[in-house]
């Protein structure tokens, strides 16, 4: 069975994310919603999908067998509530809500639905982080006991989620800071953060991190992370993820990964094909699609994002008081 999607959200994200993914994916967009009704009549016509103008009265048809919610973070919680009386599995964008207690609170609500939910981690399935993965998973870096992450990207603009003072951890550095738990089955215990804004920025938000995770001693284990968000030119964007192991070394940049053995012979070294956009988000819906279907674990479920969102709370939280070591919150 192909489950049929109906979308609620088509902004940015909704129209250049998660429509051409289920395009590439030959996922059937059943319908689509949005409190912009222009805007909705617009991603309608380039699916072939039916508008609705009320997110519950599409989550109740019969040609929608799940339902993709990429609205804001902000305001997106009574929206699932009143989603979870139509029955059908829920895949939300990241981060589910900015603040950690109202997430868990309605992760609860959630559970006594008895509904399957994922968050879009889709940077997981990024062809060349999912190849990374790949290489771990198959026990080819050997025990691994670091993780670097760097990029330089700019997205100092005035716009709804930079007016937000922790959206670089909360939004966009929740990517990375899951990515380490992604590939290193492990979760922080501790964060150290700083964050800084550039001189004359458009932005409200931080533009630039440097996050430190902590972790328990039962294996060592370090990772660090970078993020310069207002670098004033493309020719300056950089992306690169380092992972050291007993064995030898991953890397990874946006369109290719690398390992090299322990002795420093490269071993493989290829182009990865796909991009993050559009089939991360394609991988992200897939694994969702797999554990519908089938009742297997989902492993970008709402309870596993959490775990995510309380180490960029913490994060965010030690950066205002100036990198002092904070703990994360536990489940």
């Given amino acids: 069975m192909t489950l049929r999607v109906g979308l609620i959200g088509c902004g940015r994200i909704g129209t250049e994310g998660h429509l051409p993914a289920y395009a590439l994916g030959e996922v059937t967009v059943s319908a689509v919603c949005d409190l912009d009704l222009s805007r909705a009549r617009s991603a309608a016509e380039s699916c072939g999908a039916a508008v609705e103008s009320d997110a519950v009265t599409l989550a109740r048809r019969g040609d929608v067998d799940v339902v993709d919610v990429a609205t804001r973070p902000g305001d997106r919680a009574a929206l699932i509530r009143t989603l979870l009386d139509a029955g059908k599995p829920l895949l939300v964008q990241k981060p589910v809500l900015y603040d950690l207690a109202a997430a868990r609170a309605l992760a609860e609500d959630v559970r006594r639905a008895g509904l399957p939910m994922a968050v879009n981690h ?88 440097a996050i430190t995770l902590g972790f328990d001693d039962t294996s060592p284990l370090t990772a660090s992370l970078s993020f310069n968000n207002a670098v004033p030119a493309p020719g300056g964007f950089h992306y690169r993820l380092d992972v050291d192991g007993s064995l030898g070394s991953a890397g990874a940049d946006l369109d290719r990964a690398w390992l090299v053995s322990g002795d420093g012979v490269p071993v493989e070294d290829e182009n990865c094909s796909g991009a993050w956009v559009p089939d991360g988000i394609l991988g992200a819906y ?46």
């Fill in 122 to 209: 889709n940077a997981r399935w990024a062809p060349a982080h999912a190849r990374v993965r790949g290489w771990i998973e198959a026990g080819r870096l050997g025990e691994v006991y670091a993780v670097h992450h760097a990029n330089r990207f700019n997205e100092d603009l005035a716009a709804w989620y930079t007016d937000h003072p922790d959206y670089l951890f909360l939004d966009h550095g929740l990517h990375y800071l899951d990515l380490v738990r992604h590939l290193t089955g492990r979760t922080p215990t501790t964060v150290s953060a700083r964050a800084w804004s550039k001189p004359g920025q458009h932005a409200s938000c931080p533009l630039a991190y």
């Fill in 286 to 331: 897939r694994a969702f699609a797999h554990a519908v279907e089938t009742g297997a674990a989902l492993p970008h479920s709402l309870d596993d994002h959490l775990r995510s969102l309380a180490v960029a709370t913490a994060a965010a939280d030690s950066a205002r008081a100036d990198g002092a070591w904070t703990a994360v919150e536990q489940p």
